[in-house]
């Protein structure tokens, strides 16, 4: 029998009755920050602190542990948390700016049985740069002083020469007593701010009484001051030389020859001797 409210398939099949799709419930919209299930930091215990000073040997961001070599001898490990406050130069930095061989400042508390950095200081960073000039005077006084005459500068220029300032004339290191005046030479300095620089590396790259040799192709000539320019097939730098008056130059000094220059640096130019062609 057949209800007379049910209506008959032809085909005998039966159809489940799909259910509706409904919107997402709000449940899914719920977002947790992971932050708030971590639990509070108590406060910074109010203790007198105690300033410790020293050179960063080692820093442990897993254990939150530095290791400082002390100014006065010997290691020590201190413990920091988010808690610690940092600062470069008077200004807020973090921990990931704190580098190994660097000076560091610490006001040190005791919390419980551990010995905690409160705050952490750092030096300002100091600005480094290079200079090229003639050495007017070398004073010994202390570590050491450069007047030098730089090329950029009117006026003479000091720079300070420690015992880790390092001399080099080609590829050997030499004594800072070849920082003879009117010797030639390439500076890299670290500047500590008020006008007062520190060379960490210096080149000698010309003394005076001293024969020089160049293999290399004219760029410029101008023969009213005797300049003479070269581009060098050795180290690809250009040099000034100049040409004394007792020099009759060879028409084919021209831009683009390929030349074989002698010369003496006198201390404040590289006096041609000697020029010829070289047709490599």
Same mark, same amino acid.
């Given at each position: 029998?057949?209800?007379?409210?049910?209506?008959?398939?032809?085909?005998?099949?039966?159809?489940?009755? $799909?259910?509706?799709?409904?919107?997402?419930?709000?449940?899914?919209?719920?977002?947790?920050?992971?932050?708030?299930?971590?639990?509070?930091?108590?406060?910074?215990?109010?203790?007198?602190?105690?300033?410790?000073?020293?050179?960063?040997?080692? *820093?442990?961001?897993?254990?939150?542990?530095?290791?400082?070599?002390?100014?006065?001898?010997? $290691?020590?490990?201190?413990?920091?948390?988010?808690?610690?406050?940092?600062?470069?130069?008077?200004?807020?930095?973090?921990?990931?700016?704190?580098?190994?061989?660097?000076?560091?400042?610490?006001?040190? *508390?005791?919390?419980?049985?551990?010995?905690?950095?409160?705050?952490?200081?750092?030096?300002?960073?100091?600005?480094?740069?290079?200079?090229?000039?003639?050495?007017? $005077?070398?004073? %010994?006084?202390? =570590?050491?002083?450069?007047?030098?005459?730089?090329?950029?500068?009117?006026?003479?220029?000091?720079?300070?020469?420690?015992?880790?300032?390092?001399?080099?004339?080609?590829?050997?290191?030499?004594?800072?007593?070849?920082?003879?005046? =009117?010797?030639?030479? %390439?500076?890299?300095?670290?500047?500590?701010?008020?006008?007062?620089?520190?060379?960490?590396?210096?080149?000698?790259?010309?003394?005076?009484?001293?024969?020089?040799?160049?293999?290399?192709?004219?760029?410029?000539?101008?023969?009213?001051?005797?300049?003479?320019?070269?581009?060098?097939?050795?180290?690809?730098?250009?040099?000034?030389?100049?040409?004394?008056?007792?020099?009759?130059?060879?028409?084919?000094?021209?831009?683009?020859?390929?030349?074989?220059?002698?010369?003496?640096?006198?201390?404040?130019?590289?006096?041609?001797?000697?020029? %010829?062609?070289?047709?490599?």
């Amino acid at each position: 029998m057949i209800s007379p409210k049910s209506e008959a398939r032809t085909d005998g099949a039966i159809e489940p009755r $799909k259910p509706s799709i409904t919107e997402d419930s709000e449940d899914t919209s719920i977002t947790i920050d992971p932050s708030t299930l971590l639990p509070e930091l108590p406060p910074v215990p109010k203790a007198n602190a105690t300033l410790i000073g020293g050179t960063l040997d080692r *820093i442990d961001m897993v254990r939150d542990k530095l290791t400082i070599r002390l100014f006065g001898g010997g $290691k020590e490990s201190f413990l920091f948390d988010p808690r610690t406050q940092v600062y470069r130069g008077g200004k807020p930095a973090t921990v990931a700016d704190l580098r190994a061989g660097e000076r560091i400042y610490l006001d040190t *508390i005791l919390d419980g049985s551990t010995v905690f950095a409160r705050t952490i200081r750092l030096n300002a960073a100091r600005e480094r740069g290079t200079s090229q000039g003639v050495v007017l $005077k070398f004073r %010994s006084n202390g =570590g050491g002083e450069i007047v030098l005459r730089d090329v950029l500068s009117p006026n003479p220029v000091d720079v300070r020469v420690n015992p880790s300032t390092r001399v080099m004339q080609g590829d050997r290191a030499v004594s800072v007593s070849a920082l003879v005046p =009117g010797t030639l030479i %390439s500076i890299n300095f670290t500047s500590e701010g008020g006008g007062r620089s520190t060379a960490t590396e210096i080149s000698i790259l010309a003394q005076p009484g001293t024969q020089y040799t160049f293999y290399g192709q004219v760029v410029h000539i101008d023969l009213r001051t005797g300049l003479l320019v070269l581009n060098s097939s050795t180290d690809h730098k250009t040099y000034e030389v100049y040409l004394p008056a007792s020099i009759n130059p060879d028409e084919a000094l021209q831009p683009g020859a390929t030349v074989k220059v002698v010369t003496d640096f006198d201390g404040e130019h590289y006096v041609v001797r000697n020029v %010829s062609f070289n047709s490599h």
